[in-house]
């Protein structure tokens, strides 16, 4: 499986994941300029900007770990641009910065969930 199958797979894998948790699949994909979002959600808590990771096995570290504080500031940027062009909406909603990431391990598939993985930071 090549990388973009992977990440495609992981993709749909994440989004079936929150949806088992009640969630509401706003957006998937979402550009903003040269900037993406994987997926936005909805559920009770929120609304949600969730990163992806996905690997196949053997992967030399856990998919998370790749989101780091560039990454961060990028989704971070992007959130703002989704809010921004929806006025006053999302106004009195809290907002999540989420990971998935998912491992395929031969014929399974292993998906840790981190739910508000960072604070984002404004410097």
Not at 32 to 40: A, F, M, P, T
Not at 52 to 69: F, G, H, I, Q, W
Not at 92 to 114: G, R
Request: aromatic share 10%; charged share 25%; net charge negative.
């Amino acid at each position: 499986m090549d990388r973009k199958e992977t990440g495609k797979r992981g993709e749909d894998a994440a989004c079936l994941y929150l949806l088992g948790l009640g969630h509401s699949i706003l957006e998937r994909n979402w550009r903003y300029g040269h900037l993406e979002i994987d997926i936005i959600s909805a559920d009770g808590s929120g609304l949600h900007f969730v990163e992806v990771k996905s690997r196949t096995a053997p992967a030399a570290a856990d998919p998370e770990l790749n989101v780091d504080r560039a990454k961060q500031r990028r989704l971070v940027q992007a959130a703002l641009g989704y809010l921004h062009g929806r006025g006053h909406a999302f106004a009195d909603t809290e907002v999540n910065f989420d990971i998935i990431s998912i491992l395929f391990e031969h014929n399974n598939t292993i998906i840790n969930y981190y739910p508000q993985a960072f604070i984002p930071i404004y410097d």
